[in-house]
T-cell receptor, first 110, second 119 residues
Framework: DAKTTQPNSMESNEEEPVHLPCNHS???????IHWYRQLPSQGPEYVIH???SNVNNRMASLAIAEDRKSSTLILHRATLRDAAVYYC???????????FGKGTKLSVIP | DTEVTQTPKHLVMGMTNKKSLKCEQH?????MYWYKQKAKKPPELMFV???????INESVPSRFSPECPNSSLLNLHLHALQPEDSALYLC??????????????????FGEGSRLTVL
């Protein structure tokens, strides 16, 4: 699986948009990009995933660079409940097996 | 029902004890996973079961023994553990381990974990 690089931590004000970056320069053409988050004292939770096109769901948006070497998870209005560690994961086509990197710890300031 | 249920939530055991962690899902998923997570670290894959057969063992010591009695249940048997094995043990499930045709719906469902302390 391709390696990912994320900032260790980020801060956001409540009710403002948050852009969480992820670099995955060694991604191959059939690899998927996944985002999970882990709230304190809970198991990881699926956020969104994509292959080439930008994706939207009720939780977030995923913007994928044209060369696919980077992506950005967008939370449109951060709430206190969004404070978590966000993991960007790249996995091979068809594989549900995920290898977690260090992730970005997001703090949301009231 | 989109839940993965893990029991017990907390477990304290001595180094000579034998105990088990249990994981259950009723989503019809045919792949189940054990992850280990140390404090302030990302989850690390331990085992993958696919269609009730052990598919991947990430070089886990034999003092951890997984078992998949049926498609809904996954156990992790613990024996002669060391204090450094203290961690959060996470169970997860997915529709399959490897999706056919390269398609990937992307979602692993995780339980809340069993927090293990080895004295």
């Amino acid at each position: 699986d391709a390696k990912t690089t994320q900032p260790n931590s980020m801060e956001s004000n409540e009710e403002e948009p948050v852009h969480l970056p992820c670099n995955h320069s060694t991604i191959s053409g059939t690899d998927y990009i996944h985002w999970y988050r882990q709230l304190p004292s809970q198991g990881p939770e699926y956020v969104i995933h994509g292959l080439t096109s930008n994706v939207n769901n009720r939780m977030a948006s995923l913007a994928i660079a044209e060369d696919r070497k980077s992506s950005t998870l967008i939370l449109h209005r951060a709430t206190l409940r969004d404070a978590a560690v966000y993991y960007c994961i790249v996995s091979g086509a068809g594989s549900y097996q995920l290898t977690f990197g260090k992730g970005t710890k997001l703090s949301v300031i009231p | 029902d989109t839940e993965v249920t893990q029991t017990p939530k907390h477990l304290v055991m001595g180094m000579t004890n034998k105990k088990s962690l249990k994981c259950e899902q009723h989503m019809g998923h045919r792949a189940m996973y054990w992850y280990k997570q140390k404090a302030k670290k990302p989850p690390e894959l331990m085992f993958v079961y696919s269609y009730e057969k052990l598919s991947i063992n990430e070089s886990v010591p034999s003092r951890f023994s997984p078992e998949c009695p049926n498609s809904s249940l996954l156990n992790l048997h613990l024996h002669a553990l060391q204090p450094e094995d203290s961690a959060l043990y996470l169970c997860a499930s997915s529709q399959r381990h490897i999706a056919g045709g390269g398609a990937n719906t992307g979602e692993l469902f995780f339980g809340e974990g069993s927090r293990l302390t080895v004295l």
